[in-house]
Each structure stands twice: as structure tokens, then as C-alpha cells.
């Protein structure tokens, strides 16, 4: 497990979740949401995260369908990984599966009474710790990087 602090981000139409980890890579926490409609202003406000955090890479969530294809939302996704690895270089940026992540997030805050109305916004960075958690874990056991690494081109 290569030691150091990532962030992990759940890209969505509306809102962008971000979450972090502690230096170790054992446990991710929720950082904060970041409005996703204004796409400039989503990445200067990324930006400034990764450069407060510091991450050795970004994780972001890639959405598939259950059977593992890929759709318009993964193309979209995949749009904004490459503009962030531009935006960020040399920090890493690496794209994982995140089927189920928002369902899971969302079932996990019901259970611990946080409603819809109230918990939009934290489910984006609910879904990104359960992205970054899921990635650490692969990392523990394969002792690989997760996910595909995003190259930058210019």
C-alpha cells in the first residue's frame, strides 16, 4: 500500500462529491460538495482542494451499468477526468468503478436518519468516501493502484 493522502470525487450533473483520507490510507471522510452546473468554476474550486490536500492521486468515480458497459454518463465523466489531470498535473488522476456507490451512500445515510430533502448534497460526498474507501481496499489487496490511470494529453 503506497503511503499518502488521496481524494476521491463522485462527478454528478448537479453536484460533485469530494472526499479525502488520512496519510495511511485506512479511513476516507467526507470533505465537501461542490456545485457541478458551472463546469469552470466546479474545477478552479477542485483545484484548490487537491492543492489544500496535497494527494499523491484523485480517484474518480467512472458510472457503468451493472453489466460493466459504458454509457453517456461514463463519456462524460471521462471528459472531466482528463480536463482535471490537465488541471492538476502532475498529481495522478485515476478512474474507478463506482457502480452502486450512490445507492450505497444513500442507503447508509437513511440508516443513520439523515432524510432525501435534507441529505442531497451529502450524499455526493457520502458516495465519494464510499469511491475512495472502495479503492483503498482494492489497493490493500492487490497491492496495485486502482482503476486506469487517466493520461494527460495536451
Avoid: W
Avoid at 437513511?110 to 472502495?134: N, P
Amino acid at each position: 500500500m503506497r503511503r499518502g493522502r488521496r481524494l476521491a470525487i463522485d462527478v454528478g450533473d448537479a453536484r460533485i462529491g469530494v472526499a479525502s483520507c488520512d496519510p495511511d490510507g485506512v479511513l476516507a471522510t467526507p470533505v465537501e460538495t461542490v456545485p457541478g452546473r458551472d463546469v469552470p468554476a466546479a474545477h478552479r474550486r477542485l483545484k484548490a482542494i487537491v492543492e489544500e490536500y496535497e494527494p499523491i492521486e484523485v480517484v474518480v468515480g467512472l458510472p457503468r451499468s451493472l453489466n460493466g458497459g459504458e454509457g453517456p454518463a461514463a463519456a462524460k465523466v471521462r471528459a472531466f477526468a482528463q480536463e482535471m489531470a490537465r488541471g492538476i498535473a502532475p498529481v495522478a488522476v485515476r478512474l474507478v468503478d463506482e457502480r452502486m456507490t450512490t445507492v450505497t451512500a444513500t442507503q447508509g445515510l437513511r440508516a443513520s436518519g439523515v432524510r432525501s430533502k435534507k441529505g442531497r448534497s451529502v450524499v455526493d460526498q457520502a458516495a465519494a468516501v464510499v469511491i475512495l474507501q472502495s479503492a483503498l481496499e482494492t489497493e490493500r489487496v492487490s497491492g496495485q493502484p486502482p482503476g486506469e490511470s487517466v493520461e494527460v494529453v495536451i
